[in-house]
């Protein structure tokens, strides 16, 4: 029944979150997102640090998901959520970075190490 009346909510569009302003030379704090609404799900304590602290809060987006087709979306949805919630964004390439796992870090450590210089 929950599934059913939330599938009728629209999806997105909406105006942005009130959120105090950060003045320009306010301390940054820098989320790192390992995936595309990770600064939605698990951002709640750089929420408090941003309406709180005033920090200006500035989500890394260190990649754009898995799907090579979706992730131009993913990016575009990743901006209208911070300009939501009152964060800054940097990404880290034009698709994000790839293949960041514990697999990829044991067995491709020149790539691994590519990944860590970017961030």
Same mark, same amino acid.
């Given at each position: 029944?929950?599934?059913?009346?939330?599938?009728? *909510?629209?999806?997105?569009?909406?105006?942005?979150?009130?959120?105090?302003?950060?003045?320009? @030379?306010?301390?940054?704090?820098?989320?790192?997102?390992?995936?595309? @609404? @990770?600064?939605?799900?698990?951002?709640? =304590?750089?929420?408090? =640090?941003?309406? +709180?602290?005033?920090?200006?809060?500035?989500?890394?987006?260190? /990649?754009?998901?898995?799907?090579?087709?979706?992730?131009?979306?993913?990016? &575009?949805? =990743? +901006? $209208?959520?911070?300009? *939501?919630?009152?964060?800054? =964004?940097?990404?880290?390439?034009?698709?994000?970075? +790839?293949?960041?796992?514990?697999? /990829? &870090?044991?067995? @491709?450590?020149?790539?691994? $190490? &590519?990944?860590?210089?970017?961030?």
């Amino acid at each position: 029944m929950i599934v059913k009346e939330g599938k009728s *909510y629209p999806l997105g569009g909406f105006p942005a979150a009130a959120h105090p302003p950060v003045a320009g @030379d306010a301390p940054k704090a820098l989320f790192f997102a390992p995936h595309p @609404d @990770d600064e939605c799900i698990v951002g709640g =304590l750089a929420v408090r =640090l941003l309406r +709180e602290a005033g920090m200006n809060l500035i989500n890394v987006a260190v /990649t754009q998901g898995s799907k090579k087709g979706r992730q131009a979306e993913r990016l &575009r949805e =990743l +901006e $209208a959520a911070c300009r *939501y919630i009152g964060f800054g =964004l940097v990404i880290t390439g034009p698709s994000g970075l +790839e293949r960041i796992n514990p697999k /990829t &870090r044991e067995q @491709d450590r020149p790539h691994w $190490a &590519r990944c860590v210089r970017v961030v």
